[in-house]
């Protein structure tokens, strides 16, 4: 698993990094991001005022409050995904997590309570998304799904079909969706 503090991608990574083609990055990052924000300031907010209302405020019961909505904001903090031809990227506050997808081994989906979708490439390397990211960037969704079937075609791809063909089917629900109502029909 590649996670580093440094978003330089290296060895097979820097290779597919430096290869020229477009990059597709979630447009929807800077509302997530102000969400976040706005969330942790809300709470901290509210936690001030109730606590000053009480009398009970002081410099360390506000430390606290303070450090309680830094946590949630550390929670909330979305992940910068970006993809372009051979290579999708995942930076959080600390780590950036990279894998290869012209070289995937693995696509599933995580048992856990946010549904993620876990890539893994022939490295080791693996990447954990939300799958609702290539559902709202359709060009991250293109380029992901161009490189995948390379995968299938060269034989790496060994778990995960299904996967994809389930986001797949998702994404053209969406799609359709968005026309419908677009369109005046929905």
Do not use: K, Y
């Not at 509302?31 to 109730?50: C, D, K, Y």
């Not at 599933?108 to 559902?135: C, F, H, K, N, Y």
């Amino acid at each position: 698993m590649e996670r580093r503090l440094t978003p330089a991608p290296t060895g097979a990574h820097a290779a597919a990094a430096a290869r020229p083609g477009p990059l597709a990055h979630d447009v929807h990052l800077a509302g997530e991001l102000r969400s976040a924000i706005g969330v942790a300031f809300l709470l901290l907010a509210a936690l001030l005022v109730v606590d000053a209302g009480f009398g009970t405020l002081d410099p360390t019961r506000g430390a606290l409050w303070t450090g309680l909505a830094g946590l949630l904001f550390v929670i909330l903090h979305p992940s910068r995904v970006s993809v372009r031809p051979g290579l999708l990227s995942s930076r959080g506050l600390l780590t950036t997590d990279t894998v290869r997808t012209d070289c995937l081994v693995s696509v599933r989906w995580s048992d856990e309570v946010a549904q993620r979708m876990v890539l893994r490439d022939t490295d080791g390397s693996r990447v954990e998304i939300d799958p609702t990211v290539l559902v709202r960037n359709p060009a991250m969704w293109h380029l992901l799904d161009t490189d995948a079937r390379a995968s299938i075609r060269q034989g790496t791809l060994l778990a995960g079909a299904t996967a994809l063909q389930q986001l797949a089917q998702r994404i053209d629900r969406e799609t359709a969706r968005t026309v419908f109502r677009v369109s005046g029909l929905e």
